[in-house]
């Protein structure tokens, strides 16, 4: 199925009326409104641009009759099309329009990037291809540009054009790129091409509510997303026409795409028309909830006021109207237990997915906070049962029928008063006997590489069990460049470095992995990567406080959603690598080039990990074990949130400080090296 509004060759694009394109391109963005966007209501004025310059490129270029022309050209990850695509021999332009704009904007240069960088990253006719990302300003002054083939790159520098000067570019760039001894691209396969995309959670989840199908959205060879999804829902099936109780334990790696399997889950078409069969999403992860709903809510309010513009819908859009319906979907775990445990009345949802179950709060952690509170009410009716409990214990109340969908990130818990998924077995062996477990294999057995818990200590025979294969998703989509990036991790924290440095080398060429011991040679490396919308970032462990005396603050607290999503030209956002994310903040979700900085609270001694915590003045050895474990899980999260590549840095230290010596931080600089890392 063509992926185009509108596709044919240069020569018929100039002999069709214009009136009877925009009918396509009208027709084709009608039948699908949730890819609306301001560009699709510029072609008024922009077709007779495009085909009056092209009409020059012709008369100049007699092959370029012959070229391939695409209008509005899907890129669903990105849940946008591309304004026009040209095929000229083997190589492909990538135009966007911007007609009102008098000058060239840094968002709409980027814009046109990050098309570009789709498709050499996810568009399998566009591998290994030459793309000239053309933005194109019609009231913008001409402006002077060397435009000089980058040989390092296959996505070339932003060609800024206008009205006037198209034409001109696009031969002078047809010129300076093209390669005779090249093989030609077939357009109608490009055309038809697979389209093979790894979206951030971020552009799943608005992708997802927007009403895009999960298929559109993810890697073609992620089978398992969708094998996962299809046996849920028949689960949940099964459990409204049998009116029965049933839990379902989703496990998976770091970044293999269990989050999206439940936002997957509550936007299936069966579950949103029924009335019965409410579905929600909750996660005790506050940053991840407050990004997903301020992300959510920015991309459909954009939506919904250009479907205002254009006369599509009657009501202006309201932000606290979609700030609601958002909010409906995506809950705050611990909100949603302190609203419930105020009666004892059924949800509204038969559906609850719950994302990172483990990290699910033991009893005397709920009952802690609950005495913190600074409501009376809180403090007064303090319990001590665990969240996991809690959970069961609400949707138990339903008389007929409920589903749990519990999303568990292995050797992810990093904070005392997490549970951990054995707290959820104890519970359903000891109260809960009535409900039906659904289980991956691996969570049963607690076979993993980093993960010593498992469900049961040992199968209970007083449960119905079910174990499946389509409950594990074992390959990560996250770092789509680098399939075996969690082994190299777990390698290296598993004190492994002979199989990590033979991972490295099969990583580090699409996946790049780098050390360095100056921090402005890390901020610069990063620097080197923006690209695009490609966001950078620099996280840390929470406990690395002696990173301060480099202007690192792990305490100071950072806006979360504006660290996430606002632009390179926000001094709040990640791009200014003034602010850092830790653990808390990052886990559960993602970007795309990251700068870890290492401390002193996982050090080296020999050839093991050595785990320290800063207290007052001095560093103190972490005697418990859990302790430990849940420091060495934090690096772990640190490690596994780039999906392009990270440098990891790694100070020198220095002699008159007893915190900050080198003899802290050569060790672990020196190990990383032993795991293949290369220095910059």
């Given at each position: 199925?063509?992926?185009?509004?509108?596709?044919?060759?240069?020569?018929?694009?100039?002999?069709?009326?214009?009136?009877?394109?925009?009918?396509?391109?009208?027709?084709?963005?009608?039948?699908?409104?949730?890819?609306?966007?301001?560009?699709?209501?510029?072609?008024?004025?922009?077709?007779?641009?495009?085909?009056?310059?092209?009409?020059?490129?012709?008369?100049?270029?007699?092959?370029?009759?012959?070229?391939?022309?695409?209008?509005?050209?899907?890129?669903?990850?990105?849940?946008?099309?591309?304004?026009?695509?040209?095929?000229?021999?083997?190589?492909?332009?990538?135009?966007?329009?911007?007609?009102?704009?008098?000058?060239?904007?840094?968002?709409?240069?980027?814009?046109?990037?990050?098309?570009?960088?789709?498709?050499?990253?996810?568009?399998?006719?566009?591998?290994?291809?030459?793309?000239?990302?053309?933005?194109?300003?019609?009231?913008?002054?001409?402006?002077?540009?060397?435009?000089?083939?980058?040989?390092?790159?296959?996505?070339?520098?932003?060609?800024?054009?206008?009205?006037?000067?198209?034409?001109e570019l696009i031969i002078s760039s047809f010129n300076a790129n093209i390669d005779s001894g090249t093989v030609a691209i077939n357009a109608n396969e490009w055309g038809n091409s697979v389209y093979s995309p790894t979206p951030t959670i971020i552009q799943a989840a608005q992708a997802l509510f927007a009403g895009q199908k999960v298929e559109a959205i993810t890697n073609r060879g992620?089978?398992?997303?969708?094998?996962?999804?299809?046996?849920?829902?028949?689960?949940?099936?099964?459990?409204?026409?049998?009116?029965?109780?049933?839990?379902?334990?989703?496990?998976?790696?770091?970044?293999?795409?269990?989050?999206?399997?439940?936002?997957?889950?509550?936007?299936?078409?069966?579950?949103?028309?029924?009335?019965?069969?409410?579905?929600?999403?909750?996660?005790?992860?506050?940053?991840?909830?407050?990004?997903?709903?301020?992300?959510?809510?920015?991309?459909?309010?954009?939506?919904?006021?250009?479907?205002?513009?254009?006369?599509?819908?009657?009501?202006?859009?309201?932000?606290?109207?979609?700030?609601?319906?958002?909010?409906?979907?995506?809950?705050?775990?611990?909100?949603?237990?302190?609203?419930?445990?105020?009666?004892?009345?059924?949800?509204?949802?038969?559906?609850?997915?719950?994302?990172?179950?483990?990290?699910?709060?033991?009893?005397?952690?709920?009952?802690?906070?609950?005495?913190?509170?600074?409501?009376?009410?809180?403090?007064?009716?303090?319990?001590?049962?665990?969240?996991?409990?809690?959970?069961?214990?609400?949707?138990?109340?339903?008389?007929?029928?409920?589903?749990?969908?519990?999303?568990?990130?292995?050797?992810?818990?990093?904070?005392?008063?997490?549970?951990?998924?054995?707290?959820?077995?104890?519970?359903?062996?000891?109260?809960?006997?009535?409900?039906?477990?659904?289980?991956?294999?691996?969570?049963?057995?607690?076979?993993?590489?980093?993960?010593?818990?498992?469900?049961?200590?040992?199968?209970?025979?007083?449960?119905?069990?079910?174990?499946?294969?389509?409950?594990?998703?074992?390959?990560?989509?996250?770092?789509?460049?680098?399939?075996?990036?969690?082994?190299?991790?777990?390698?290296?924290?598993?004190?492994?470095?002979?199989?990590?440095?033979?991972?490295?080398?099969?990583?580090?060429?699409?996946?790049?992995?780098?050390?360095?011991?100056?921090?402005?040679?890390?901020?610069?490396?990063?620097?080197?990567?923006?690209?695009?919308?490609?966001?950078?970032?620099?996280?840390?462990?929470?406990?690395?406080?002696?990173?301060?005396?480099?202007?690192?603050?792990?305490?100071?607290?950072?806006?979360?959603?504006?660290?996430?999503?606002?632009?390179?030209?926000?001094?709040?956002?990640?791009?200014?690598?003034?602010?850092?994310?830790?653990?808390?903040?990052?886990?559960?979700?993602?970007?795309?080039?990251?700068?870890?900085?290492?401390?002193?609270?996982?050090?080296?001694?020999?050839?093991?990990?050595?785990?320290?915590?800063?207290k007052g003045t001095n560093w103190e050895n972490v005697h418990e074990q859990s302790d430990r474990q849940f420091l060495l899980n934090k690096y772990r999260v640190l490690l596994t949130r780039a999906r392009e590549g990270m440098v990891i840095w790694i100070p020198l230290g220095v002699d008159d400080d007893v915190t900050r010596l080198p003899t802290i931080y050569n060790p672990i600089f020196a190990y990383f090296k032993?795991?293949?890392?290369?220095?910059?």
């Amino acid at each position: 199925m063509s992926q185009a509004y509108y596709g044919d060759n240069i020569k018929n694009l100039l002999l069709t009326e214009t009136n009877s394109i925009k009918g396509l391109l009208h027709t084709g963005a009608t039948e699908h409104p949730q890819m609306w966007t301001i560009q699709s209501t510029s072609w008024e004025s922009s077709i007779d641009i495009l085909k009056k310059q092209l009409s020059v490129v012709c008369s100049q270029n007699r092959e370029a009759e012959n070229w391939a022309i695409f209008l509005e050209y899907e890129v669903p990850r990105l849940l946008s099309r591309i304004d026009a695509v040209i095929i000229a021999r083997d190589l492909i332009f990538v135009i966007e329009f911007k007609y009102d704009r008098k000058t060239y904007e840094l968002a709409d240069v980027r814009q046109v990037e990050d098309y570009s960088l789709d498709l050499k990253d996810f568009h399998l006719q566009s591998r290994n291809r030459i793309i000239v990302p053309i933005l194109l300003c019609p009231l913008a002054k001409g402006v002077s540009q060397k435009l000089k083939k980058d040989v390092d790159n296959l996505v070339q520098p932003v060609v800024k054009a206008n009205a006037q000067n198209l034409a001109e570019l696009i031969i002078s760039s047809f010129n300076a790129n093209i390669d005779s001894g090249t093989v030609a691209i077939n357009a109608n396969e490009w055309g038809n091409s697979v389209y093979s995309p790894t979206p951030t959670i971020i552009q799943a989840a608005q992708a997802l509510f927007a009403g895009q199908k999960v298929e559109a959205i993810t890697n073609r060879g992620a089978e398992n997303l969708s094998y996962t999804t299809d046996y849920i829902v028949e689960v949940i099936k099964a459990a409204q026409i049998n009116k029965n109780k049933i839990v379902c334990f989703v496990t998976g790696v770091p970044g293999a795409g269990k989050t999206l399997v439940g936002l997957n889950v509550i936007h299936k078409e069966e579950f949103i028309e029924s009335n019965k069969a409410n579905a929600a999403y909750f996660s005790g992860n506050g940053p991840l909830v407050s990004v997903l709903r301020e992300a959510l809510t920015r991309d459909e309010l954009e939506r919904e006021s250009v479907k205002f513009k254009n006369k599509l819908i009657a009501a202006k859009p309201s932000k606290s109207v979609t700030e609601t319906k958002v909010g409906s979907k995506i809950q705050n775990l611990h909100q949603f237990i302190k609203a419930c445990s105020k009666n004892a009345l059924p949800p509204d949802e038969h559906i609850v997915v719950f994302d990172e179950a483990q990290r699910c709060w033991n009893a005397e952690n709920v009952f802690r906070q609950a005495r913190r509170s600074r409501v009376d009410e809180d403090r007064k009716n303090a319990v001590q049962i665990s969240e996991a409990e809690t959970i069961f214990e609400i949707m138990d109340r339903h008389s007929d029928w409920s589903v749990i969908i519990a999303l568990v990130g292995n050797g992810q818990e990093i904070n005392t008063g997490e549970a951990g998924i054995g707290e959820w077995g104890d519970v359903l062996k000891n109260k809960y006997t009535h409900w039906h477990v659904h289980i991956s294999p691996e969570l049963l057995s607690g076979k993993s590489l980093n993960a010593i818990n498992k469900l049961f200590d040992t199968a209970p025979d007083n449960l119905k069990i079910i174990e499946s294969n389509c409950l594990h998703l074992s390959v990560s989509q996250r770092s789509f460049k680098a399939n075996n990036l969690n082994d190299w991790v777990n390698a290296v924290l598993d004190n492994n470095p002979v199989y990590a440095k033979e991972l490295y080398s099969s990583i580090n060429e699409n996946y790049p992995i780098a050390i360095t011991r100056d921090l402005d040679k890390a901020k610069a490396w990063l620097k080197g990567k923006k690209q695009g919308n490609k966001r950078t970032g620099l996280v840390a462990s929470s406990g690395a406080m002696r990173l301060r005396s480099y202007g690192i603050n792990t305490r100071e607290e950072i806006d979360v959603p504006y660290w996430f999503l606002n632009d390179e030209g926000d001094v709040r956002s990640s791009y200014y690598l003034e602010v850092i994310a830790t653990e808390y903040k990052i886990q559960g979700l993602e970007i795309d080039w990251i700068g870890v900085c290492w401390d002193g609270d996982l050090r080296r001694d020999g050839d093991r990990w050595d785990y320290r915590k800063f207290k007052g003045t001095n560093w103190e050895n972490v005697h418990e074990q859990s302790d430990r474990q849940f420091l060495l899980n934090k690096y772990r999260v640190l490690l596994t949130r780039a999906r392009e590549g990270m440098v990891i840095w790694i100070p020198l230290g220095v002699d008159d400080d007893v915190t900050r010596l080198p003899t802290i931080y050569n060790p672990i600089f020196a190990y990383f090296k032993s795991c293949g890392v290369e220095e910059i």
